[in-house]
């Protein structure tokens, strides 16, 4: 254990992962007890993740006997082979600036934009009574239960985990559950209204070319 030079910073573990639940918040205010399960559920993924990213790396410890047999001239305990995907297809890239990388980046940065341009027009509906039809609404139905997905999809191409790829699964679950009891709450409340918008606009993949129109998409 003595080559785990790039392990064991629990402050800043604890540190990255405040930061990105504070950065999290901040763009999707919990607005009840519902918003606060699911945001809750993000959170404990992210802690999880920064977890093995910066203090103990469980998912290599477990796998090392593996690892090292198949790529033997890896240092495994250290802090870039935590990027799994590109050390093991041996890509000989710096993983920081490799494909998988820089597509979590994408993901990331379009989840956090996507709950960032979601959450205003939800509240702003909400306190109206109204229905949220217009910006990120008027392309899906659950935009900020999409983008949480695409910050975790993210995270998963950059540095995967046994913990968060068990997480991962049951968390989609557990959004789409709640975007179900929601829509059937929505239905009863706004009545045809709700029933014309979700004919129009898709549950999770917005149309492709752009626009809400068109014939409805499965959820």
Do not use: K
């Amino acid at each position: 254990m003595s080559g785990m030079q790039g392990y064991g910073f629990w402050v800043f573990a604890a540190a990255n992962a405040a930061l990105f639940i504070a950065f999290a918040y901040s763009f999707a205010r919990p607005l009840n007890a519902r918003d606060w399960r699911s945001f809750g559920a993000f959170s404990a993924f992210i802690v999880a993740l920064f977890a093995e990213m910066y203090g103990f790396p469980l998912t290599i410890y477990l796998l090392s006997g593996w690892l090292q047999t198949r790529w033997p001239g890896v240092n495994w305990f250290s802090h870039d082979a935590g990027h799994l995907p590109e050390m093991m297809l041996g890509l000989g890239v710096n993983p920081h600036f490799g494909p998988f990388h820089l597509l979590s980046t994408v993901f990331i940065i379009g989840g956090f934009w996507l709950v960032a341009a979601a959450w205003p027009v939800l509240f702003r509906a909400v306190r109206a009574g109204r229905l949220a039809t217009t910006g990120p609404y008027a392309w899906l139905r659950h935009p900020q239960y999409a983008g949480f997905i695409l910050i975790m999809t993210g995270f998963l191409f950059q540095w995967p985990t046994l913990v968060t790829l068990v997480m991962y699964p049951v968390l989609v679950a557990m959004y789409v559950r709640l975007a179900r009891r929601e829509e059937r709450e929505a239905a009863e409340r706004f009545g045809p209204e709700y029933a014309a918008w979700q004919a129009r606009v898709p549950g999770w993949f917005p149309h492709l070319g752009g626009g809400a129109s068109g014939a409805a998409r499965p959820s």
